[in-house]
């Protein structure tokens, strides 16, 4: 599953990538920290890579299915 997270003053997303069946636990994980409003939300992809984003920074957040690439350029 890909997780995109938009951070404000930053001009990039954060893309990470997480095993599927983690989807129910991530999904509350940060519903708990959007709730609380303050510290750090770390999250670990699928390489063993740690990222913490602090909360009150978070500008949106996308979960979805890996789609197997991003395509570019026109297509039919």
């Known amino acids: 599953m890909d997780i ?3 951070v404000t003053q930053a001009p990039r997303e954060l893309d990470l990538t997480v095993d599927d069946d983690l989807r129910d636990e ?3 994980r940060i519903d708990e920290a959007v709730s609380a409003g303050d510290g750090v939300l ?3 992809d699928t ?3 740690e990222v ?6 978070i500008a949106y957040l ?3 299915r ?6 570019i350029g026109f297509s039919s």
Do not use: N, Y
């Open 62 to 64: 996308e979960m979805g």
């Open 4 to 6: 995109r997270i938009g």
């Open 47 to 49: 390489s063993g890579r």
């Open 26 to 28: 991530l999904h509350d």
């Open 52 to 57: 913490a984003v602090p909360v009150a920074k």
């Open 66 to 71: 890996d789609t197997g690439g991003r395509s």
């Open 42 to 44: 770390w999250l670990t």
